[in-house]
């Protein structure tokens, strides 16, 4: 755990000894901060300003989008939390020499996007909206949180015949169960965080299990192709276990040593995507219900 995690951690237990339900709230502050915005790495710089770019109004913000190649075929990469569509710059690279044509964006508050706050919505908004102009899609890909808004996007009706997580989970309590790990809540703050957490999204959990939940809810007519690392730090490679084992036909692969960033650009995986993303699609694609 990083220096601030740690302190982060101390003053929410502090304050949970006098409030449990002000400690719940701070922690779901903190659950969802994009602080500090990712940079653009060196290796990703030069795909990333070779892109083309556009911008899209996501739920009153106005995000970057960005495409890559000019192929017959359509693939749309969605990032994760406190990441950036550069992140895929490797997978761009792979996806246009083999012919597809490349869509992303950064999500509100997330690298070149405006606004302050952000939440899954805005990523499921984004996807359809995208859809609608450049698709369908032929293929999805989503790493971690992007992998369960893409999920979720699939669900709410932008269709796909074929989608790849990456060190992903399906559903919201994975997120939170990490989260509540790693900060070391008590029971009574765990309660309290979860508690505000879906009076930020607007909506009991109930409604929020139907919406955005995976593996209660599974994909039909989408094969998934599942990618995550034994040695993954920040979400537990038993979430990609889980998903699999709710989609019947879907494809586990688990690598060891890349972590949850790095697995992004292992030849293991770009192999494994490609290879997915070019075989003739076992079935037709419908919308999900």
Known sequence: MSALMNALARSIRFTSALSPTLAGSIANRAFFSTDPRMRVREADRVTHETARRGTLLVRGHRITTYQWGAGSRTALLMHGWSGRASQFATLVRDLTAEGFRVVSFDAPAHGSSAAAATDVRDWVDA????????????????????????????????????????????????????????????????????????????????????????????????????????????LSAQNSERLHAAHPGSHLLLTDGFGHNRILASDEVLDAVLAFAVRPAPVAASPQR
């Open 127 to 234: 996807a359809q909206q995208l859809s609608a102009a450049e698709g369908p899609f032929d293929l999805i890909v989503g790493h971690s949180f992007g992998a369960f808004a893409a999920l979720a996007a699939v669900r709410a009706g932008v269709t796909t015949p074929r989608l790849v997580t990456i060190a992903g989970a399906g559903t919201v309590d994975a997120f939170h169960s990490e989260f509540e790990r790693m900060l070391r809540l008590t029971p009574r703050t765990r309660a309290a965080f979860e508690a505000s957490f879906y009076r930020r999204l607007g909506m009991p959990r109930t409604n929020a299990t139907a919406l955005y939940d995976s593996l209660a809810h599974p994909l039909r007519g989408t094969t998934l192709l599942i990618a995550h690392d034994r040695d993954d730090p920040a």
